[in-house]
């Protein structure tokens, strides 16, 4: 019998798939669990008794005409199980119904596993006799309840099922996660109190949805039209969970950003198909990883891109497509002096009117750099010498004017530009230089006039 015992103990899944397979063909899924442990827990004891009285006593359980049931520990869990089933309001022929379909898929189990056709025999009969004697306990503890005991075990039961059903309803209503339930028609059931207040800032009370006398309750398409099309597609696929990021309207001036879940009912039966959607509002979170973006490529002085920024423009105009590609290379004269002699924040003050002017200059398409310390730079992707030329010159004009109502604190820059055709003439690396270089040759002049100049400044001011 050694056999039989390992073959329901590594069994145990095509024990539970073919029993459930028979109950839902049946129509018994219609007054069973929805859970998969539920059937797991109940093919196990139902083995595991099996499998105790075969190692009690090899010989087949027959019946004999003065058996005893009520003692006997073979029949014990059919009764226990039979009592549990009778609580909840499941009649006799329910339950002996669907231990037919129990009994079958062991029998199934023999039949597709043991060849031996007087081997299969004696295990057939064996669950046989087991069942049966279960059976008869159960139906028997069943005839001996009067009227009175089973209608006051209904009225307990249903008041710990209201309880219980109470309770879940509160639980599922203090839940601080926004979510709805839906049905296979995609019909709203029920909405927490959560969702009630983000979706439409609701100010009914917990509950409302799922005690709402609506004769019907709208599709999630009439509720929530804007995460519909997502719904679709993951209820035409097969997955167990589907996460998107979606933005929301609350009002004209309020949007949310929003992560929106859909997972499908955890629930074996097939009775109550249907999909959870929960919702987390990530406005805060996609503020602060925007802001956090911003200050990776930007510089918090001028607010212009910085040179992380710069790299990365630089690698994407490198293929060529972007020809010709000016670079013009910006240095500002005399911060050192500012700072010494007026203090940094004078300093910032002066790159800050700088990268504004320079802004100023350019087109969207230009890339404006602050790359560090008093140095900024342009990068000019479809730019001929022209181009170029006319964006300095506009560079000058612009401090002119500026100096021209700021006497006491003029700006004075030196510029170098050069243009190239990438993988043509030139490499990114040698635009960049030969700009450096002409940069470098201006300020040489441009250093000594500001030097004069601030010196000139420094004495009139008196300092």
Same mark, same amino acid.
């Given at each position: 019998m050694?056999?039989?015992?390992?073959?329901i103990?590594d069994n145990?899944?095509?024990?539970?798939k073919?029993?459930?397979?028979?109950?839902?063909?049946?129509?018994?899924?219609?007054?069973?669990s929805?859970?998969?442990e539920?059937?797991?827990?109940?093919?196990?004891?139902l083995?595991?008794?099996?499998?105790? #009285?075969?190692?009690?006593?090899?010989?087949?359980?027959?019946? %004999?005409?003065?058996?005893?049931f009520?003692?006997?520990?073979?029949?014990?869990?059919?009764?226990?199980? +039979?009592q549990?089933?009778?609580?909840? /309001?499941?009649?006799?022929?329910m339950?002996?119904?669907?231990?037919?379909?129990?009994?079958?898929?062991?029998?199934?189990?023999?039949?597709?596993?043991?060849?031996?056709?007087?081997?299969?025999?004696?295990?057939?009969?064996?669950?046989?006799?087991?069942?049966? &004697?279960? %059976?008869? +306990?159960?139906?028997?503890e069943? #005839?001996?309840?009067?009227?009175?005991?089973?209608?006051?075990?209904?009225?307990?039961?249903?008041r710990?099922?209201?309880?219980?059903?109470?309770?879940?309803?509160?639980?599922?209503?203090?839940?601080?996660?926004? +979510?709805?339930?839906?049905?296979?028609?995609?019909r709203?059931?029920?909405?927490n109190?959560? #969702?009630?207040?983000?979706?439409?800032?609701?100010?009914?009370?917990?509950?409302?949805?799922?005690?709402?006398?609506?004769?019907?309750?709208?599709?999630?398409?009439?509720?929530l039209?804007?995460?519909?099309?997502?719904?679709?597609?993951?209820?035409?696929?097969?997955?167990?969970?589907? *996460?998107?990021e979606?933005?929301?309207?609350?009002?004209?001036?309020?949007?949310?950003?929003?992560?929106?879940?859909?997972?499908r009912?955890?629930?074996?039966s097939d009775?109550?198909? /249907?999909?959870?959607? *929960?919702?987390?509002?990530?406005? %805060?979170?996609?503020?602060i990883e925007?802001?956090?973006?911003h200050?990776?490529f930007?510089?918090?002085?001028?607010?212009?891109?910085?040179?992380?920024?710069?790299?990365?423009e630089?690698?994407?105009?490198?293929?060529g497509?972007?020809?010709?590609?000016?670079?013009?290379?910006?240095d500002?004269?005399?911060?050192?002096?500012?700072?010494?002699?007026?203090?940094?924040?004078?300093?910032?003050?002066?790159?800050?009117?700088?990268?504004?002017?320079i802004?100023?200059?350019?087109?969207?398409?230009?890339?404006?750099?602050?790359? /560090?310390?008093?140095?900024?730079?342009?990068?000019?992707?479809?730019?001929?010498?022209?181009?170029?030329?006319?964006?300095?010159?506009?560079?000058?004009?612009?401090?002119?004017?500026?100096?021209?109502?700021?006497?006491?604190?003029?700006?004075?820059?030196?510029?170098?530009?050069?243009i190239?055709?990438?993988?043509?003439?030139?490499? $990114?690396?040698?635009?960049?230089?030969e700009a450096?270089?002409? $940069?470098? %040759?201006?300020?040489?002049?441009?250093?000594?006039?500001? +030097?004069?100049?601030?010196?000139? *400044?420094? &004495?009139?001011?008196?300092?």
């Amino acid at each position: 019998m050694q056999t039989l015992i390992d073959l329901i103990k590594d069994n145990q899944s095509f024990l539970l798939k073919r029993t459930l397979n028979y109950a839902k063909i049946y129509g018994y899924v219609k007054y069973t669990s929805t859970l998969e442990e539920a059937w797991v827990i109940s093919i196990s004891g139902l083995s595991d008794a099996l499998i105790n #009285a075969v190692l009690t006593d090899p010989e087949i359980p027959e019946i %004999e005409v003065d058996h005893d049931f009520s003692g006997n520990p073979i029949s014990s869990f059919g009764v226990i199980e +039979a009592q549990k089933h009778r609580q909840r /309001g499941v009649t006799l022929e329910m339950f002996l119904g669907l231990m037919k379909y129990y009994r079958q898929a062991y029998l199934d189990l023999i039949m597709e596993s043991i060849e031996e056709k007087e081997r299969q025999h004696v295990y057939l009969l064996w669950v046989n006799r087991y069942f049966d &004697q279960n %059976e008869i +306990a159960f139906c028997s503890e069943w #005839a001996d309840q009067s009227k009175d005991t089973l209608l006051s075990e209904l009225q307990s039961t249903n008041r710990s099922l209201t309880n219980e059903k109470n309770k879940y309803v509160t639980i599922f209503e203090s839940i601080p996660t926004p +979510a709805i339930i839906l049905d296979t028609e995609n019909r709203c059931l029920n909405m927490n109190y959560a #969702a009630q207040q983000m979706l439409k800032e609701s100010t009914q009370s917990p509950g409302s949805v799922y005690y709402s006398t609506l004769p019907k309750q709208p599709k999630i398409n009439e509720v929530l039209p804007w995460i519909y099309n997502e719904l679709l597609d993951f209820c035409k696929g097969d997955t167990l969970e589907l *996460l998107v990021e979606k933005e929301f309207d609350i009002s004209p001036q309020r949007k949310r950003g929003l992560t929106v879940k859909f997972h499908r009912m955890l629930d074996v039966s097939d009775k109550f198909e /249907g999909t959870v959607i *929960l919702f987390d509002d990530i406005t %805060e979170r996609k503020k602060i990883e925007e802001q956090l973006r911003h200050l990776s490529f930007h510089d918090m002085l001028t607010g212009l891109y910085n040179r992380n920024y710069l790299e990365n423009e630089i690698s994407r105009i490198s293929t060529g497509r972007f020809n010709p590609v000016g670079f013009i290379s910006i240095d500002v004269d005399g911060l050192k002096l500012v700072n010494d002699n007026f203090g940094h924040s004078e300093g910032d003050s002066l790159l800050f009117h700088v990268g504004q002017i320079i802004k100023t200059c350019f087109r969207e398409s230009d890339v404006v750099v602050r790359v /560090g310390g008093d140095e900024f730079a342009v990068l000019m992707p479809l730019s001929d010498t022209e181009t170029v030329q006319r964006s300095c010159k506009r560079i000058h004009n612009k401090i002119k004017e500026y100096n021209s109502t700021n006497l006491s604190h003029p700006i004075s820059i030196s510029i170098g530009w050069s243009i190239g055709n990438l993988c043509i003439d030139k490499s $990114m690396k040698e635009i960049i230089k030969e700009a450096d270089e002409h $940069m470098y %040759e201006d300020k040489q002049t441009n250093h000594q006039e500001y +030097a004069v100049l601030f010196q000139n *400044l420094l &004495q009139k001011n008196g300092q």
